[in-house]
């Protein structure tokens, strides 16, 4: 079965993704694989592999924060299996290594991080440039619109 991979990050632009890769996951009966990209601050704790303070906990964040989003989108559409991915690293290499071999990478066109007046995201703008499978990006409110528009709306 083919996957779609999504990049979820608890934003409103990340749930519309979510909803977007759902409704294109039943059209290609393939499944939807929704990863959570959280990194561990660096302040030079941890070296020489002693446990590092709070890894747990985030972690576990990052995990309820996934759940959250995706309990946002109500229940996939019949036949559409959601994988939940929840990975450590720098969200540009982690999305992408985990598309790798997918059919399509689909993230909101801004996340949490960044300036506010950006118009697409840092992490969709490296996405979209060094991905090796197609990548969408769907702009906050387009899987709203799609359902009111006559031809679908656009991403």
Do not use: K
């Not at 990049?7 to 993704?17: F, Q, Y």
């Not at 039943?26 to 959570?36: D, F, I, P, T, W």
């Not at 290499?93 to 950006?118: K, N, P, Y």
Request: charged share 20%.
């Amino acid at each position: 079965m083919s996957r779609i991979v999504v990049g979820v990050d608890g934003s409103e632009a990340s749930v519309d993704a979510l909803c977007w890769a759902l409704h294109e996951a039943r059209l290609r009966a393939a499944r939807v694989v929704a990863v959570y990209v959280w990194l561990y601050p660096s302040l030079g704790l941890g070296l020489g592999g002693t446990p590092r303070p709070g890894y747990d906990e985030l972690r576990r964040s990052a995990e309820e924060l996934l759940d959250e989003s995706v309990d946002a989108v109500a229940e996939a559409p019949e036949g559409v299996e959601i994988e939940r991915v929840v990975v450590e690293g720098a969200a540009p290499e982690q999305l992408m290594a985990a598309a790798d071999g997918a059919e399509m990478l689909v993230l909101g066109s801004r996340g949490l991080g960044g300036f506010a007046g950006l118009l697409l995201g840092s992490v969709s703008q490296q996405c979209a440039h060094h991905a090796r499978c197609p990548v969408v990006i769907v702009r906050h409110g387009a899987a709203d619109e799609s359902s009111t528009q006559p031809g679908g709306g656009s991403a």
